[in-house]
């Protein structure tokens, strides 16, 4: 299919404000940038019954968490998510929208991890420092009012990197059991390989942009063969949570993302695979600019219903506490 109107409609916004590719800046400025166009394309903030901001510890100190809770007494299901941006940019902030979104539609407890960015925690800092959340949350469930036997993963972009690296981990390293993976157009295979010839769209999420964020990430090439990095390396797929995995037709991520969610399937996991036509990468996060945004969420808020025996929260319960 060709771009999506809205796409088009998009990409000819950037260019009449002259937005220069987050590749070509300081990394102070892309952080910057990266979440002023996020909060841009989000659309409105959706009051959850109750926001939090506290920390949880982790391998090298405290870790940010936010959490965004529906009404409810007691544990509530809970999914674990990871933002995106490139292990380089965002923070508990860049999530935000979407968590208050999959919070209310999911009605489950969702909790935002602030994991070290790279290149000053260059991999594996992220991946262990998602793993030790998961598992204080789901060892202190009274504390945070997490049902253990209702816990899920998930994240967008570098996060659903995070949350499938997560997933193994907790396989083969003592737990936490999960229960469902919600995988973002997920960077699953970090190898550098030839890309195809011809110019990359600079007012897109490209190549160039993949590679930046790569080599922030992984300053020794040779670390993207390790399965915590990729994904698609580990040699067994089996006993992982059932997983939804979401791609875009424009994204230079969308063929890894659906060679994992074949490979997840082929070791018997069961996988729902949604790709959305004419999209490109970072639409799930915009839903004020991308109708197909707000399609997906509506997507993975019915996967976790159905995976974590939840229903919708109602709105009256909605924006009680926010603090």
């Known amino acids: 299919m060709p771009l999506d109107p809205q796409v088009i409609a998009y990409r000819a916004a950037r260019a009449a404000a002259g937005v220069t590719p987050l590749y070509t800046q300081s990394l102070a400025e892309a952080r910057a940038a990266d979440l002023a166009?996020?909060?841009?394309?989000?659309?409105?903030?959706e009051p959850v019954h109750e926001v939090r901001d506290t920390v949880v510890p982790g391998p090298a100190g405290d870790l940010p968490i936010r959490v965004h809770r529906p009404a409810g007494p007691g544990r509530l299901p809970t999914l674990v998510y990871f933002f995106?941006?490139?292990?380089?940019?965002?923070?508990?902030d860049t999530a935000d929208g979407i968590c208050r979104r999959l919070?209310?539609?999911?009605?489950?407890?969702?909790?935002?991890?602030?994991?070290?960015?790279?290149?000053?925690h260059p991999f594996p800092a992220a991946v262990h420092d998602c793993h030790a959340a998961v598992r204080w949350l789901a060892g202190h469930a009274d504390e945070f009012g997490v049902d253990p036997d209702r816990l899920a993963v998930g994240g967008d972009s570098a996060g659903g990197n995070l949350a499938a690296a997560v997933t193994l981990l907790a396989r083969d390293a003592?737990?936490?059991?999960?229960?469902?993976?919600?995988?973002?157009?997920?960077?699953?295979?970090?190898?550098?390989?030839?890309?195809?010839?011809?110019?990359?769209d600079p007012l897109l999420f490209n190549r160039h942009s993949v590679a930046w964020y790569r080599g922030h990430y992984l300053p020794d090439p040779a670390t993207a063969e390790?399965?915590?990095?990729?994904p698609l390396l580990a040699e067994d797929l089996?006993?992982?949570?059932?997983?939804?995995?979401v791609t875009a037709e424009y994204d230079p991520l969308r063929d890894e993302?659906?060679?994992?969610?074949?490979?997840?399937?082929?070791?018997?996991?069961?996988?729902?695979?949604?790709?959305?036509?004419?999209?490109?990468?970072?639409?799930?996060?915009?839903?004020?600019?991308?109708?197909?945004?707000?399609?997906?969420?509506?997507?993975?808020?019915?996967?976790l219903r159905e995976r974590l025996g939840t229903a919708p929260a109602l709105l009256s319960e909605a924006g009680a506490v926010d603090g």
């Not at 919070?103 to 935002?112: D, L």
């Not at 390790?226 to 990729?230: G, I, M, Q, R």
């Not at 659906?258 to 996988?271: I, K």
């Open 103 to 120: 919070a209310n539609a999911a009605g489950c407890q969702v909790v935002t991890v602030g994991y070290r960015l790279a290149p000053e």
């Open 174 to 200: 003592g737990g936490p059991a999960l229960a469902a993976q919600l995988l973002v157009y997920p960077n699953t295979d970090q190898r550098r390989r030839d890309e195809p010839a011809g110019e990359q």
């Open 84 to 92: 995106g941006g490139g292990w380089t940019l965002g923070s508990v």
């Open 226 to 230: 390790d399965p915590l990095a990729s």
């Open 238 to 245: 089996t006993g992982l949570p059932p997983a939804l995995v």
């Open 257 to 303: 993302g659906e060679r994992y969610a074949s490979r997840l399937r082929d070791a018997g996991v069961p996988v729902e695979l949604a790709r959305y036509d004419g999209m490109i990468h970072g639409f799930f996060a915009m839903p004020g600019a991308f109708d197909a945004g707000r399609r997906a969420q509506d997507r993975a808020a019915a996967f």
């Open 37 to 45: 166009a996020i909060r841009a394309g989000g659309g409105d903030v």
